[in-house]
């Protein structure tokens, strides 16, 4: 996760992560990333069943909810064991977890344990009502995942109207007072729709986006071969950088980040050397502080079924079952070597990245596409889009 507008627009600097000691139990939400301990924010697929049918769903989400999903009773012991771990945020997720009945329960049980509980969701369910729920229960925010506009969205989404419905629960949201977001994975059916999306923000006053670059798991293997090429890529993260810069210097700045490529870090970096030498330095102590990618240690994946992941991308890959065994212990004390491996992973990446001059600062970017690629879960992530001039030790 890359705070382009924490970085960029200077709303960040190496001394507000200090100031709090740099533990994530005390640092305020937008500063989590900086944090030293890495103590895991955990997505929390709460279901599989959902009421959309999206192409590039990493879940494999279906109409109806899959057999074996964790009962509100064991979803609360899970809840105990993470809130005594130290785990800062819950996000619950999906498939769509408000088609689960017991969502605002089981948010207002994390919360009450001291947790900052947030939702992924694709807004469509959120009516009035249950926008007033998820406020009166403490949801620090809700993301609503967009793909476009009316058009390019509901294509993404499989259900006609599902944009006129997302936009709904966006109002629905401001009007119960909840900070709202909106999520927009990148790729080449949609990544026109950019521009679209910064001007949605600026018209219905979102404060916050983050655009995801797509990751080949779950139906997203299916887009492979729709994903940016490497110029698409640079030429996208310039336009959201662009769009970024000209919300602040009107007055009206948004939270703006890029996701699951953390390639973006060291190009930020790099742009910011010509433009401002002295804040790319500042950056750059940042970027050593995010550390990159944190699969398997900074995040962490509970499914519907108890099952625990290095992250929501990597459902081919149990570490453990929380029924079995509490994920606390899963994730300090592990038995699967893939886990120990991601937890120092610079040690055993391999080809450019490791010899990459930025391996510190993108901590070998994303191996569960690497693996879905070559079949090697060490080898370079192959939507890195930094030149080899770029990586070398010495430029």
């Not at 989400?61 to 064991?81: H, K, N, P, Q, Y």
Request: hydrophobic letters at 35%; one cysteine or more; glycine letters at 10%.
């Amino acid at each position: 996760m890359i705070g382009i507008s924490k970085l960029y627009c200077g709303t960040v600097e190496p001394s507000d992560a200090l100031r709090y000691g740099r533990h994530s139990a005390h640092l305020p939400s937008h500063l989590l990333q900086f944090s030293e301990d890495k103590k895991p924010v955990i997505v929390w697929n709460v279901t599989r069943g959902c009421n959309l049918k999206c192409v590039h769903c990493y879940a494999h989400a279906t109409e109806g909810a899959s057999g074996g999903e964790l009962s509100t009773a064991e979803g609360c012991r899970v809840i105990d064991d993470l809130a005594a771990f130290g785990a800062p945020v819950l996000l619950f997720s999906g498939g769509e977890p408000l088609v689960r009945k017991d969502l605002p329960e089981l948010a207002e049980y994390a919360v009450a344990k001291g947790m900052r509980a947030v939702i992924s969701t694709n807004g469509t369910l959120i009516d009035q009502k249950t926008a007033r729920v998820l406020k009166k229960i403490g949801l620090s925010y809700v993301g609503i995942s967009l793909d476009g506009m009316q058009p390019v969205n509901d294509r993404f989404r499989g259900v006609k109207g599902a944009f006129a419905k997302a936009m709904q629960g966006i109002r629905h949201c401001q009007e119960a007072g909840i900070k709202v977001g909106l999520r927009f994975t990148m790729n080449k059916r949609n990544v026109q729709e950019i521009g679209g999306i910064f001007d949605l923000l600026e018209e219905m006053e979102i404060p916050r986006v983050c655009f995801y670059h797509l990751v080949y798991a779950g139906r997203g293997t299916e887009l492979l071969a729709d994903d940016l090429t490497h110029a698409e890529t640079r030429a996208a993260v310039d336009l959201i950088i662009e769009r970024t810069r000209q919300l602040h210097a009107a007055g009206k700045p948004k939270e703006v980040l890029t996701v699951d490529n953390h390639a973006d870090g060291p190009y930020l970096y790099l742009r910011l050397q010509k433009e401002n030498p002295q804040r790319a330095e500042e950056v750059l102590s940042l970027l050593k502080m995010n550390e990159g990618n944190s699969s398997g240690r900074g995040i962490g994946c509970i499914s519907w079924d108890g099952e625990v992941y290095a992250d929501q991308f990597w459902r081919h890959h149990s570490f453990g079952n929380v029924r079995e065994r509490p994920f606390s212990r899963i994730w300090t004390e592990p038995q699967d070597p893939l886990l120990l491996q991601l937890k120092e992973k610079k040690n055993h990446v391999q080809g450019r990245c490791a010899n990459c001059r930025w391996l510190d600062v993108c901590g070998g970017n994303f191996r569960v596409r690497a693996e879905a690629v070559s079949g090697n879960v060490w080898a370079p992530d192959p939507a890195c889009y930094l030149t080899d001039e770029e990586i070398a030790q010495t430029v």
